[in-house]
């Protein structure tokens, strides 16, 4: 199956929300698929099964951080014979 991509944004509705979403990225770093960071969200690289529980695990990291209530978007982008990160910014990197 090919991959597609998946970005997802962990809002923790808290006074800091930089320790939860630290958490949120930290679970995408350990899960080990291709992934980017962004200002308003990460976006992920893989096979959509994985992705979400992903997905799934970020959101939770907020709880696990203390958080009381943790809004999650999510994004996903699928095509026949799949899609990458690199294909979608590719023209805006090239010199």
Same mark, same amino acid.
């Given at each position: 199956?090919?991959?597609?991509?998946?970005?997802?944004?962990? %809002?923790?509705?808290? +006074?800091?929300? $930089?320790?939860?979403? +630290?958490?949120? %990225?930290?679970?995408?770093?350990?899960?080990?698929?291709? $992934?980017?960071?962004?200002?308003?969200?990460?976006?992920?690289?893989?096979?959509?099964?994985?992705?979400?529980? %992903?997905?799934?695990?970020?959101?939770?990291?907020?709880?696990?951080?203390?958080?009381?209530?943790? %809004?999650?978007?999510?994004?996903?982008?699928?095509?026949?014979?799949?899609?990458?990160?690199?294909?979608?910014?590719?023209? $805006?990197?090239?010199?």
């Amino acid at each position: 199956m090919a991959d597609i991509t998946v970005s997802f944004e962990v %809002i923790p509705l808290c +006074d800091d929300p $930089y320790p939860a979403v +630290d958490r949120a %990225i930290e679970v995408v770093e350990r899960s080990g698929v291709k $992934y980017e960071v962004g200002p308003h969200e990460t976006t992920m690289e893989g096979e959509l099964d994985e992705l979400v529980e %992903i997905v799934k695990a970020g959101h939770r990291a907020g709880f696990q951080a203390g958080v009381e209530r943790v %809004i999650t978007f999510v994004k996903i982008v699928d095509a026949v014979g799949g899609t990458t990160i690199a294909e979608k910014v590719a023209k $805006y990197r090239e010199p």
